[in-house]
Antibody
Framework: EVQLLESGGGLVQPGGSLRLSCAAS????????MSWVRQAPGKGLEWVSG????????YYADSVKGRFTISRDNSKNTVFLQMNSLGAEDTAIYYC???????????????WGQGTMVTVSS | EIVLTQSPGTLSLSPGERATLSCRAS???????LAWYQQKPGQAPRFLVY???RRATGIPDRFSGSGSGTDFTLTISRLEAEDFAVYYC??????????FGQGTKVEIK
C-alpha cells in the first residue's frame, strides 16, 4: 500500500523552529518528486515547497522562502521540512504529497499523507 | 504566477443532481496541467482528476473533467451522499509553483 506518514508537528513559540518528517512506503521513493502543502484552520490549500527526485532542485512559496528548507534522504525514503522563524501565520496542518501519477516534475499530487498540525503560539 | 479562481463558492444541491464546478486561470495553463481534488472535513485531499480530463485510479466515472487553456470544469453527473465535500483545482503546468484555487463547497440542499 502506498503511504505517506508525517511527523514532527506540535506547539512552538513565535520565532521558533520545527522539523517535519514524512516517511514514504509502497512506491519507489527516489523516482518521485515530493512536496509539502499546508492548510490553515478553516482555509484552503497552499503549496509550500517542492523537491526533485535527487534533491538537486528545490522550490518554495514566497510566503516561506528564506525561512523553510526542504530536503530528502532517498536511503531512508523520507522527506523533511525545516521551518525556522515561525510566526502565527504558519499555523496549519502540513501535508506531505507525492508528485504523480508519472515520474516527472510537471505533476499533480496523487498521494497525500494525513498531515501533521503545527501551532505557533506563545 | 497563475491565479486560479473557482466558482461558485458554495453549491447547494440534492443527491442525484448534477454538479458543475468552474476553475478559471489568470493565464493559460501549460499542457493542460490542471488537477482536481476532493476534501472532506478532517481528511486529507483526495486526487480526482489530472491533465484536465483524466480520472485518477479508482475514481468513479460520475466524476469528469473538461476544459483547456484558462477555463476548466469538474462535473459530477449524479451526486451521491459521499460526494458532498470541498473541491479544489490546482495548476501544475507551470512550475516552480503549484497553485490551488480557493475551493468550492458542495453542500446538501
Amino acid at each position: 500500500e502506498v503511504q505517506l506518514l508525517e511527523s514532527g508537528g506540535g506547539l512552538v513559540q513565535p520565532g521558533g523552529s520545527l522539523r517535519l518528517s514524512c516517511a514514504a512506503s509502497g512506491f519507489t521513493f527516489r523516482s518521485n518528486a515530493m512536496s509539502w502543502v499546508r492548510q490553515a484552520p478553516g482555509k484552503g490549500l497552499e503549496w509550500v515547497s517542492g523537491i526533485s527526485t535527487d534533491g538537486g532542485a528545490t522550490y518554495y512559496a514566497d510566503s516561506v522562502k528564506g525561512r523553510f528548507t526542504i530536503s530528502r534522504d532517498n536511503s531512508k525514503n523520507t522527506v523533511f521540512l525545516q521551518m525556522n522563524s515561525l510566526g502565527a501565520e504558519d499555523t496549519a496542518i502540513y501535508y506531505c504529497a507525492k508528485m504523480g501519477p508519472n515520474n516527472g516534475w510537471y505533476e499533480a499530487f496523487d498521494i497525500w499523507g494525513q498531515g501533521t498540525m503545527v501551532t505557533v503560539s506563545s | 504566477e497563475i491565479v486560479l479562481t473557482q466558482s461558485p463558492g458554495t453549491l447547494s444541491l440534492s443527491p442525484g443532481e448534477r454538479a458543475t464546478l468552474s476553475c478559471r486561470a489568470s493565464q493559460s495553463v501549460t499542457n493542460n496541467g490542471l488537477a482536481w481534488y476532493q476534501q472532506k472535513p478532517g481528511q486529507a485531499p483526495r486526487f480526482l482528476v489530472y491533465g484536465a480530463t483524466r480520472r485518477a485510479t479508482g475514481i468513479p466515472d460520475r466524476f469528469s473533467g473538461s476544459g483547456s487553456g484558462t477555463d476548466f470544469t469538474l462535473t459530477i453527473s449524479r451526486l451521491e451522499a459521499e460526494d458532498f465535500a470541498v473541491y479544489y483545482c490546482q495548476q501544475y503546468g507551470s512550475p516552480p509553483t503549484w497553485t490551488f484555487g480557493q475551493g468550492t463547497k458542495v453542500e446538501i440542499k
